[in-house]
């Protein structure tokens, strides 16, 4: 499976363009995406998360055109956001667990066991009868990630994932994620170059909508 961007342009109302021709290839596996602040990597992501229309250009998964078959493309997607609006007063453990009836998981008892091993793959089980309201930044980015694997995706999108957190809470989030991108196209957004160096197979830089370099990130950064 490869998500393939071709010649993808994007002018927002007041003239700035955000995105001009952006061509890229991203395989399976945790592909990088690098850039300073304005350079056009939430403009992109929410494109790809199919929350945003571009101007010209197409992106494909697979064979699912995905500004098109938007509906396709959702029930395979995972998005972590930058900020989660979760709802504070409900625990993860219904949160999750009406998620998954909203997935269509109707059968009750199989419905317990795939949220109590989601709860477990990201080391929130202990934690599960606590409101999302008192969850520290870590909590937060993993149990979207939870939330993200009710769908088993094929395509995860995570944009500035570590923002806020500590060294420990940074590793065991980029553990989930290396663990996911063995099958799915994982596209994280980043501002450190060595959180790309670290995790990813390829990687691209933006800078004013534009690419500026692509490739396997230790030989792409040192060409810089
Ligand atoms: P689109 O072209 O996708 O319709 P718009 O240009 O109409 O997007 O802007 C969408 C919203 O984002 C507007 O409410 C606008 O005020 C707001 N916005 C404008 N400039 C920025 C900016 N630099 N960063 C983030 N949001 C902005
Ligand atoms: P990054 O995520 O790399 O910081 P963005 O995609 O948020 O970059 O922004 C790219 C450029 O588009 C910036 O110049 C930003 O100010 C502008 N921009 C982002 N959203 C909007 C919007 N809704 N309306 C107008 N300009 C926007």
Redesign the pocket.
């Known amino acids: 499976m490869e998500l393939v961007i071709n010649n993808l342009s994007k002018t ?3 003239g ?1 363009k955000a995105l001009q021709n952006i061509t890229l290839n991203i395989p399976t596996g945790m592909f990088g995406l690098l850039g300073p602040n304005g350079a056009g990597k939430s403009t992109l992501m929410r494109t790809i998360a199919t929350l ?1 229309d571009a101007d010209e250009g197409s992106i494909t998964l697979g064979n699912t055109d995905l500004l098109k078959q938007k509906d396709e493309i959702r029930k395979v997607l995972g998005y972590l956001p930058q900020e989660f609006s979760l709802y504070p007063k409900v625990s993860a453990e219904f949160l999750l667990n009406h998620l998954a009836v909203l997935k269509g998981l109707s059968n009750k008892k199989q419905r317990k066991e795939v949220v109590e091993a989601l709860l477990h793959k990201t080391n929130l089980y202990n934690h599960r009868k606590k409101n999302l309201g008192g969850f520290s930044g870590g909590m937060k980015q993993r149990f979207g990630i939870a939330q993200a694997l009710l769908s088993n995706p094929k395509l995860i999108i995570v944009d500035e994932p570590t923002a806020g957190l500590d060294p420990a809470e940074r590793n065991r989030f980029y553990n989930l994620l290396s663990e996911l991108g063995e099958n799915t196209v994982v596209i994280l957004s980043t501002h450190i170059v060595e959180d790309v160096k670290e995790l990813c197979t390829n990687m691209a830089i933006i800078n004013q909508g534009q690419v500026l370099l692509k490739g396997n990130p230790i030989q792409a950064i040192e060409e810089l």
């Open positions: 927002y109302a007041n700035t945003q």
